[in-house]
Nanobody
Framework: QVQLVESGGGLVQAGGSLRLSCAAS????????MGWFRQASGKEREFVAAIVWNGINTNYADSVKGRFTISRDNAKNTLYLQMNDLKPEDTSVYYC??????????????WGKGTLVTVSS
């Protein structure tokens, strides 16, 4: 069993930055691709970013490309999402996930419970 716990969400003004963290416990995540997803109120959950097990390859949704950076520290069993130049449309609950394979469409083996990011205009 794997538990994923997100942190770092909060309220920020447009143009600001936040760094989300996802701490994994239980089975190690160091050999699995990981991802971030988000879900805005009244909308479906959408892919944000993914990273392979060793951090060499990453993938981003077009809406966040150039503003968000996904990274991981396998020694700490922690996944990160650095979010810069935040926009009101980035307001969502952000979820950490362990992916079955490296793809935005990959099945998710485990989900975190999410952390809320609110961007004010």
């Amino acid at each position: 069993q794997v538990q994923l716990v997100e942190s770092g969400g909060g309220l920020v003004q447009a143009g600001g930055s936040l760094r989300l963290s996802c701490a994994a416990s239980g089975r190690s995540m160091s050999t699995a691709p990981m991802g971030w997803f988000r879900q805005a109120s009244g909308k479906e959950r959408e892919f944000v970013a993914a990273i392979v097990w060793n951090g060499i390859n990453t993938n981003y949704a077009d809406s966040v490309k150039g503003r968000f950076t996904i990274s991981r520290d396998n020694a700490k069993n922690t996944l990160y999402l650095q979010m810069n130049d935040l926009k009101p449309e980035d307001t969502s609950v952000y979820y950490c996930a362990r992916l079955r394979f490296f793809s935005p469409a990959a099945p998710v083996d485990y989900w975190g419970k999410g952390t809320l990011v609110t961007v004010s205009s």
